[in-house]
């Protein structure tokens, strides 16, 4: 029963072989002791799926077994050679060999799709059988993200936990959790009770487009938070994937949320968290105070996440309060600064160095390098690829994120049925097509790449699948294939077969078609709105 193999993303290096391994007939997962717990999750997984229970024993146990094993030199953490790996299915085992326990993981999640698609449910559906295939692998990018907007609706602690599965399966290795913004804060900080008690929560929500004014509000209120417990889980169920998190804490601007809950920090009125979307003028008031509060709420998640980066956002930052306020003034005479954009260049330098003083690497948006950010932060570049250059040229590394390629709440179709989204075309055509390092690039400054699950239309997780699938599943592979195997291999040729992957595992996915009818705008709040978007112009 010899199946077509599918991978998505596609291997660097596959021969297939005639034939399958029906993995029932194997005796146990043979394991390093190391990678027991990978073992197990294999073992628990396969379980799930399709009803067989493979133990896991040591790496001594010899005979018909499946392998895995550590070989060679550990490479660093977030090198392509810490997630290369082999994968050989032959008529007597299997064999997933790497250097370094990140790539079994990934390795794990190829095996995962060389079953039948109905193994990835959650009970058993489908034989443990994969074919007869050698697979040599290692991605083209160290950093292949995916990012989550769980503020503007508030995504569930159990859809976090799924979408890093989903993360996992397509083997990428990081998730960045946008966690603050105007329209709520989304952890626990023991310190700052009112965070919990006023921020995390809005009294009503805007209906439709942030745009559409006559459409009014929905007087229902929104929100929700993770607790210090529901973050250690979010931390631990993606280290045992070997999937980094990056929480995001964004300052100085998108701030209303903290100052409706603390408005002695900031540089204008009182205003509640706010209930539309949007670029709102309330900033952090360049003080001590404030430094002081950024520091305790960065502390808290730097310490639950123990990955590298911490993402301290920096985008959108308007001058205007800051322009009016005495105390950037004062701070701009005493700094001698002569443009007001050093005010946010002035807290991206505090946050890189209490964060470094941590063991963080920072990561901001591009706008960091308005007025000017320290060389050794990442440059998360979301407007378009022209800032890829830019940041380059300023001396940074970049995560690329570009709007046109990036953003999947951008509209999938021009078919008039698509549900609400913020503006827009990013077809999966467009995606596929996407070449994140093209010549003129200095690939060793371009970390990788990210998508971005902007939640201010997407209000539910089933609405969040929609727009994410499949564009992440093809972002996927733009991330891990090396160019001239994509080109050898479309796709678009891959994908029929995943969206029954993405089926069995339930995700409300967007048919290559268009909408099914229930995933359509109708005629109502969720109906299409049409306004022109003007790209971002590099400066
Ligand atoms: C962004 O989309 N403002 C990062």
Same mark, same amino acid.
Request: hydrophobic content about 40%; glycine content about 8%.
């Given at each position: 029963?010899?199946?077509?193999?599918?991978?998505?993303?596609q291997?660097?290096q596959?021969?297939?072989?005639?034939?399958?391994?029906?993995?029932?007939?194997?005796d146990? +997962? #043979?394991?390093?002791?190391?990678?027991?717990?990978?073992?197990?999750l294999?073992?628990d997984?396969? /379980?799930?799926?399709t009803?067989? %229970?493979?133990?896991?024993?040591?790496?001594e146990?010899?005979?018909r077994?499946?392998?895995?094993?550590?070989?060679?030199?550990?490479p660093?953490?977030?090198?392509?050679?810490?997630?290369a790996?082999?994968?050989?299915?032959?008529a007597?085992?299997?064999?997933?060999?790497?250097?370094?326990?990140?790539?079994?993981?990934r390795g794990?999640?190829?095996?995962?799709?060389?079953?039948p #698609?109905?193994?990835?449910?959650e009970? $058993?559906a489908?034989d443990?059988?994969?074919?007869?295939?050698? +697979?040599?692998?290692?991605?083209?990018?160290?950093?292949?993200?995916?990012?989550?907007?769980v503020?503007?609706h508030?995504?569930?602690k159990?859809?976090?936990?799924k979408?890093i599965?989903?993360?996992?399966?397509?083997?990428? /290795?990081?998730? *960045?959790?946008h966690?603050?913004?105007?329209?709520?804060?989304?952890?626990e900080?023991p310190?700052?009770p009112?965070?919990a008690?006023? #921020?995390?929560?809005?009294?009503?929500?805007?209906? !439709?487009?942030?745009?559409?004014?006559?459409a !009014?509000?929905? =007087?229902?209120? *929104?929100?929700?938070?993770?607790?210090v417990?529901?973050?250690?889980e979010?931390?631990?169920?993606?280290?045992? %994937?070997h999937?980094?998190?990056? $929480?995001?804490?964004?300052?100085?601007?998108h701030?209303?949320?903290?100052?409706?809950?603390?408005?002695?920090?900031?540089?204008?009125?009182?205003?509640?968290?706010? $209930?539309t979307?949007?670029?709102?003028?309330e900033?952090l008031?360049?003080t001590?105070?404030a430094?002081?509060?950024?520091?305790e709420?960065?502390?808290?998640?730097?310490?639950?996440?123990?990955?590298?980066?911490? *993402?301290?956002g920096?985008?959108e930052?308007p001058?205007?309060?800051?322009?009016?306020?005495?105390?950037? %003034?004062?701070l701009?005479?005493?700094e001698?600064?002569?443009?007001?954009?050093?005010?946010?260049?002035?807290?991206? &330098? #505090?946050?890189?160095e209490?964060?470094?003083a941590m063991?963080?690497?920072?990561?901001?948006w591009?706008e960091?390098?308005?007025?000017?950010a320290?060389?050794?932060?990442?440059?998360?570049?979301w407007?378009?690829e022209?800032?890829? &250059?830019?940041?380059i040229?300023?001396?940074?590394?970049v995560?690329?994120?570009p709007e046109p390629?990036?953003?999947?709440?951008?509209?999938?179709?021009d078919?008039?049925?698509?549900?609400l989204r913020?503006?827009?075309?990013?077809?999966?055509? &467009?995606?596929?097509?996407w070449?994140?390092?093209? =010549?003129?690039i200095?690939?060793? &400054?371009?970390? !990788? +790449?990210?998508?971005?699950?902007w939640?201010?239309?997407? =209000?539910?997780?089933r609405?969040?699948?929609?727009?994410?699938?499949?564009?992440?599943?093809?972002?996927?592979?733009?991330?891990?294939? /090396?160019?001239?195997?994509?080109?050898? /291999?479309?796709v678009?040729?891959?994908l029929?077969?995943?969206?029954?992957?993405?089926?069995a595992?339930?995700?409300?996915?967007?048919p290559?078609t268009?909408?099914?009818?229930?995933?359509?705008?109708?005629s109502?709040?969720?109906?299409?709105?049409n306004w022109?978007f003007?790209?971002?112009?590099?400066?």
């Amino acid at each position: 029963m010899q199946r077509r193999i599918s991978l998505i993303p596609q291997p660097q290096q596959l021969s297939a072989a005639a034939g399958d391994l029906d993995l029932s007939t194997l005796d146990a +997962i #043979a394991a390093d002791p190391e990678l027991h717990p990978l073992a197990w999750l294999l073992s628990d997984l396969l /379980n799930r799926g399709t009803g067989l %229970r493979l133990a896991v024993a040591g790496p001594e146990t010899g005979g018909r077994v499946l392998r895995l094993r550590l070989e060679g030199d550990r490479p660093e953490d977030l090198t392509t050679a810490a997630e290369a790996y082999r994968l050989d299915v032959t008529a007597d085992g299997v064999v997933l060999a790497a250097a370094h326990p990140a790539g079994i993981s990934r390795g794990i999640a190829t095996l995962r799709q060389l079953l039948p #698609a109905d193994a990835l449910r959650e009970a $058993p559906a489908a034989d443990p059988v994969v074919p007869l295939v050698a +697979i040599a692998d290692e991605p083209r990018l160290r950093w292949r993200g995916v990012m989550l907007d769980v503020v503007r609706h508030f995504q569930p602690k159990d859809f976090v936990l799924k979408m890093i599965d989903r993360a996992w399966l397509h083997r990428l /290795n990081v998730v *960045h959790l946008h966690l603050t913004d105007d329209q709520g804060w989304r952890f626990e900080v023991p310190s700052r009770p009112k965070l919990a008690e006023i #921020a995390s929560w809005r009294a009503e929500t805007k209906i !439709g487009h942030a745009r559409d004014e006559a459409a !009014g509000y929905e =007087p229902t209120p *929104h929100g929700g938070i993770f607790s210090v417990p529901d973050l250690r889980e979010i931390a631990s169920y993606a280290r045992e %994937r070997h999937i980094l998190i990056v $929480p995001e804490v964004n300052l100085p601007g998108h701030a209303r949320a903290v100052l409706a809950a603390y408005p002695e920090l900031g540089a204008g009125q009182d205003k509640p968290v706010s $209930p539309t979307f949007g670029v709102f003028e309330e900033v952090l008031e360049p003080t001590p105070e404030a430094l002081d509060f950024a520091l305790e709420a960065y502390t808290a998640v730097a310490e639950v996440f123990e990955g590298p980066f911490v *993402h301290i956002g920096g985008d959108e930052v308007p001058m205007t309060q800051w322009e009016s306020s005495p105390v950037a %003034r004062e701070l701009m005479e005493r700094e001698g600064m002569e443009d007001v954009r050093g005010v946010q260049a002035w807290f991206t &330098k #505090a946050f890189c160095e209490r964060l470094t003083a941590m063991g963080k690497r920072v990561i901001g948006w591009d706008e960091i390098l308005d007025g000017g950010a320290p060389a050794e932060a990442v440059v998360h570049v979301w407007r378009n690829e022209a800032y890829v &250059k830019k940041a380059i040229a300023a001396g940074h590394q970049v995560v690329a994120s570009p709007e046109p390629y990036a953003y999947y709440d951008h509209y999938e179709s021009d078919d008039p049925q698509e549900p609400l989204r913020i503006h827009g075309l990013t077809t999966v055509d &467009k995606v596929a097509g996407w070449d994140p390092v093209p =010549p003129g690039i200095d690939p060793d &400054k371009v970390l !990788g +790449i990210q998508c971005q699950l902007w939640s201010e239309y997407l =209000p539910t997780p089933r609405d969040v699948e929609y727009s994410a699938f499949p564009r992440l599943s093809v972002m996927a592979e733009v991330g891990w294939t /090396n160019l001239d195997v994509r080109e050898a /291999n479309p796709v678009q040729d891959r994908l029929e077969d995943h969206l029954e992957r993405l089926h069995a595992m339930g995700v409300d996915y967007r048919p290559p078609t268009g909408p099914e009818r229930w995933q359509r705008g109708g005629s109502g709040r969720r109906t299409r709105f049409n306004w022109t978007f003007q790209e971002h112009e590099a400066e």
